[in-house]
């Protein structure tokens, strides 16, 4: 059954560096997300990408964030100037296309501690 | 804005008991309905979903009926298992793909035998 797949599965940075997470979306999928969740608190959506651009960001995704698709199987996000409140869970999630809102398929996540 | 709101957790069962987790909705339209899963250590799972009114998602011995007319979706399971014990999170998004997901805070339940 294909899945998301999330590389580092822990990352551990210190505050002021940048950092890249790294996806690898269903493969027929064509929408992209990222999503966070602090220790303890809900989930929280952060972005959604679609042929090759934003089609939605929320309040969180201030200009620290950037997200990129390098070639035709990576999805990233890049947090260039990380802070401590940066510590979270990452997730990445795909869907396809169809006319309701498809079922988004969620990768394991990245847990992002900024010391 | 859209929002969901869950009851709090968390919630506590002998096995076998009957599961309730209530979740109301505020949002414009006519949105889709998600229960997410989370077992511990582990990603997001869906568990089921209603794209309408009045439709029943089901899954794993898991129900949720899509009210209207009290914006709810409630999760119930008649026989919990202690495989059962994760956080539960109730979400809903737009009805255009690509829409995000916007989640409630969770319910954590535990099932002891």
């Known amino acids: 059954e294909p899945e998301v797949t999330q590389t580092p599965s822990h990352q551990v940075t210190q505050m002021g560096q940048e950092v890249i997470l790294r996806c690898v979306p269903i493969s027929n999928h064509l929408y992209f997300y990222w999503y966070r969740q602090i220790l303890g608190q809900k989930v929280e959506f952060l972005v959604s990408?679609?042929?090759?651009?934003?089609?939605?960001k929320s309040e969180i995704f201030d200009d620290q964030f950037s997200v990129e698709r390098p070639d035709g199987s990576n999805f990233t996000l890049k947090i260039r100037s990380t802070k401590l409140e940066d510590s979270a869970m990452y997730f990445c999630?795909?869907?396809?296309?169809?006319?309701?809102?498809?079922?988004?398929?969620f990768g394991p996540g990245t847990r992002l501690t900024v010391l | 804005g859209n929002s969901v709101t869950q009851m709090e957790g968390p919630v506590t069962l002998s096995e076998e008991a009957f599961l309730t987790i209530n979740c109301t909705y505020t949002?414009?339209?006519?949105?889709?309905l998600f229960w997410y899963v989370q077992y511990p250590g582990e990603g997001l799972q869906l568990l089921l979903k209603?794209?309408?009114?009045?439709d029943k998602g089901s899954n794993k011995g898991f129900e949720a009926t899509y009210r209207k007319e009290t914006t709810s979706f409630h999760l119930e399971k008649g026989s919990v298992q202690v495989s059962d014990s994760a956080v539960y999170f109730c979400a809903l998004s737009g009805n255009q793909a690509g829409t995000a997901l916007i989640f409630g805070k969770g319910t954590t339940l535990s099932v002891s035998s």
């Open positions: 209603a794209t309408k009114a009045d």
């Open positions: 990408f679609y042929n090759n651009e934003i089609s939605e």
């Open positions: 999630a795909s869907s396809g296309t169809s006319g309701r809102a498809g079922e988004q398929f």
């Open positions: 949002a414009t339209g006519y949105p889709s």
